[in-house]
């Protein structure tokens, strides 16, 4: 029997909806079998879902004392150069007038 999202929740160190000012929280489940359920609420402005998976993975892995782990690469500023900004406005276009 799969557990339902109601239920799952309780696993997670807040309520999805509540996380406003939080960047990272973390939430180690312990149960009596033995077996552990880690919840993770992190700010999309941190890191985005794949980040966050693959950082979960990585951690098993050396949880596991495995050797092959995956370390990230910061090169991409290689393949894709930053490009001057400076003349960016972001709020143009932006109204606050109601669009019938």
């Known amino acids: 029997m799969q557990p339902g999202p109601m239920q799952l929740r309780q696993f997670f160190p807040y309520a999805l ?10 939430q180690v489940n312990i149960f009596k079998c033995g077996g552990i359920a880690i919840g993770v609420c992190i700010s999309h402005k941190v890191a985005h879902a794949l980040s966050v998976v693959m950082f979960a993975n990585g951690w098993a892995i050396v949880a596991c004392r ?4 995956l370390c990230p690469r910061f090169g991409l500023a290689k393949l894709f150069p930053p490009i001057n900004l400076s003349g960016f406005n972001p709020s143009t276009g932006i109204t606050k007038e109601k669009i019938n």
């Not at 909806?17 to 973390?26: C, F, H, S």
């Not at 495995?66 to 782990?69: A, C, N, P």
């Open 66 to 69: 495995d050797t092959d782990v």
């Open 17 to 26: 909806d509540d996380i406003v000012d939080i960047v990272l929280a973390i």
